[in-house]
């Protein structure tokens, strides 16, 4: 079915009107690998009754689906990193950005057991991506107090090295992006958001991830190809 950013956490008088859908959500979850098998008994023990499989939906997307999306975001984020850290072309990395950030939106999404009409999803995209990118750039991040400001100083004057020091700086401004354009989505998706604002939903995005942050750059560090590590273990 389509959905809804706020049906699953609509009011309760509500909850018979989005039965079916909360159904079909249900039966889609339950076909899902990571679910536990007592989540997934607890979805089919409350399918005959609207309000007990709204609470059994609500209860999963705390507890056992959010830890789910959070790898997802995590992942993503490591392949933005990778792909625009050693990247030298500005245009090629904008598109992968864009391309990884949408595909992220639509992952989640679907692991969350919807299945929207394309109008939804990318409504959804519009709305996530417009949130997330507002104030976005390096321009308005202090890297000091992520780096020792004396290292990267000094490392981005070695002629060799200064654009590849960029480039490892937008890395890390692209994955903190894709942080919170997952972070954002994952809020839209399962959280009643209506009475804050827009600023305000970004803040809070924005210090989630920057807590994952250093988890993303430490991962993607392991991945990326040897003749890079070195040069980027300076840094760090």
């Known amino acids: 079915p389509t959905f809804s950013l706020d049906e699953l956490f609509s009011e309760e008088e509500n909850a018979r009107k989005n039965y079916s859908m909360y159904k079909k959500v249900a039966k889609n979850l339950i076909s899902e690998d990571y679910l536990k098998p007592e989540d997934k008994t607890s979805l089919e023990e409350s399918l005959g009754d609207a309000l007990e499989l709204k609470a059994s939906l609500a209860k999963i997307f705390d507890e056992t689906i959010k830890k789910e999306l959070n790898k997802m975001i995590i992942s993503h984020a490591e392949t933005v990193f990778i792909s625009t850290a050693i990247s030298q072309n500005g245009k090629l990395d904008a598109i992968a950005v864009l391309s990884i950030n949408l595909k992220l939106i639509k992952n989640l999404v679907l692991k969350c057991g919807f299945r929207p009409s394309y ?30 400001t004396s290292r990267v100083n000094a490392l981005s004057e070695i002629p060799i090295l200064k654009t590849v020091t960029g480039s490892f700086a937008q890395g890390i401004g692209n994955a903190l992006l894709s942080l919170r354009v997952g972070i954002i989505c994952r809020n839209y998706l399962f959280m009643n958001i209506k009475g804050l604002k827009k600023n305000q939903i970004r803040k809070l995005a924005f210090g989630e991830a920057v807590v994952l942050l250093p988890m993303v750059l430490v991962e993607s560090m392991k991945k990326i190809p040897n003749r890079f590590k070195g040069l980027f273990g300076k840094i760090f």
């Open 119 to 148: 109008y939804s999803l990318g409504k959804l995209s519009v709305n996530v991506l417009s949130t997330a990118i507002i104030a976005e750039s390096l321009e308005n991040m202090d890297f000091s107090e992520v780096f020792p």
